[in-house]
Nanobody
Framework: VQLQASGGGLVQAGGSLTLTCTAS????????MAWFRQAPGKEREFVAG????????SYADAVKGRFTVSRDNADYTVTLQMNSLKPEDTAVYYC?????????????????WGQGTLVTVSS
């Protein structure tokens, strides 16, 4: 499956952005999906994930209560709604797919990756 991430941009602290990841085909529904981010000089870190049917979600502590992940298997999309953004949320955000039902926070377990979209939060 091929993934295309979009929606990044520049926003002031306290603002909102919505990231969208679009998959290439209907096999999308067989994959658990996740968002990761990587800031300059830092390791890639888990942000949020959602199971193949959308019944299970997981969030990093740093984004709980501010970010919401959702998916639409009919449209082959997974969305990350980001509210109350902080400067420390600045990073390149990647969507990733992992075959099967389980969610994992380890980026090494994900097979397919989107190209990344830059989110910059100014103070």
């Amino acid at each position: 499956v091929q993934l295309q991430a979009s929606g990044g941009g520049l926003v002031q602290a306290g603002g909102s952005l919505t990231l969208t990841c679009t998959a290439s085909d209907r096999t999308f529904s067989r994959y658990a999906m996740a968002w990761f981010r990587q800031a300059p000089g830092k390791e890639r870190e888990f942000v949020a994930g959602i199971t193949w049917a959308g019944g299970g979600r997981s969030y990093a502590d740093a984004v709980k209560g501010r970010f919401t992940v959702s998916r639409d298997n009919a449209d082959y999309t997974v969305t990350l709604q980001m509210n109350s953004l902080k400067p420390e949320d600045t990073a390149v955000y990647y969507c990733a797919a992992r075959y099967g039902v389980a969610l994992e926070s380890d980026y090494r377990t994900y097979t397919y990756w989107g190209q990344g979209t830059l989110v910059t939060v100014s103070s």
